[in-house]
């Protein structure tokens, strides 16, 4: 199993800022991308932004835009969200998502990991 482990999350104000962590390790040559998600309480998981590991190429939700910037540290194997100006509405369990694609003799192969999740709640 590839560990993706979130830290960061926590009680914040509305307007406030936070900055989410996501470490992973392991047959780091194959990541294609590592996307964050959230879920709200009695709602579905929903995208939020994702980077493509070697290109960097980014992309958000549109209710996030603006607010929230995803970047990753190479050296250190992790991703970050960083979540400026939160409203109430961003209260969730947030989730990184690791994909990973691996070539073989059939052909390329995808892989998800999952982290456990950190709790962001945001009052207003």
């Known amino acids: 199993q590839v560990p993706v482990v979130e830290s960061g999350g926590g009680l914040v104000q509305a307007g406030d800022s936070l900055r989410l962590s996501c470490i992973t390790s392991?047959?780091?040559?194959?990541?294609?991308?590592m996307d964050w998600f959230r879920q709200a309480p009695g709602k579905d998981r929903e995208f939020v932004a994702t980077?493509?590991?070697?290109?960097?190429?980014?992309d958000y939700a549109d209710s996030v835009k603006g607010r929230f910037t995803i970047s990753r540290d190479y050296a250190k194997n992790t991703v970050y969200l960083d979540m400026n100006n939160v409203k109430p509405e961003d209260t969730a369990i947030y989730y990184c998502?690791?994909?990973?694609?691996?070539?073989?003799?059939?052909?390329?192969?995808?892989?998800?990991?999952w982290g456990q999740g950190t709790q962001v709640t945001v009052s207003s």
């Open positions: 998502a690791r994909h990973d694609i691996v070539t073989n003799i059939e052909g390329d192969v995808t892989f998800d990991y």
């Open positions: 392991g047959r780091i040559f194959n990541i294609r991308a």
């Open positions: 980077i493509t590991w070697t290109s960097g190429n980014i």
